[in-house]
């Protein structure tokens, strides 16, 4: 899988986004992260092996704790590949508006 399909991929679970939305907090321990969700420890360890294989997190052992922290890259990436659909709609939707205004002052 591509880069870009693993971004997607990892975004398209509402966990794995929450997990990232703290992150982009700063850094903390899988039991932080893990802290808010009504799921098991291994469950939110698999997540969090989703993100890293995505490379939307690094994980590190320190001592007897395990760190995470969000890595930007693959999310600028996919902001890029959006951006394009953002400006296309954007252009779309003005020309369609123009259209229609101009049809009603008839």
Avoid: N
Wanted: glycine share 6%; with cysteine.
């Amino acid at each position: 899988m591509d880069r870009l399909s693993s971004t997607f991929a990892a975004l398209a679970d509402p966990t794995r986004r929450a997990i990232l939305a703290r992150l982009a907090k700063g850094e903390a321990t899988v039991g932080d992260l893990a802290a808010p969700f009504d799921i098991s420890l291994p469950a939110v360890s698999r997540h969090l092996k989703v993100l890293a294989h995505a490379g939307l997190i690094e994980r590190e052992v320190d001592a007897q704790w395990r760190l995470c922290r969000l890595k930007g890259r693959p999310l600028r990436e996919a902001h890029g590949w959006l951006e394009g659909y953002r400006r296309y709609w954007e252009e779309s939707l003005d020309r369609l508006t123009d259209y229609l205004e101009k049809g009603t002052k008839k």
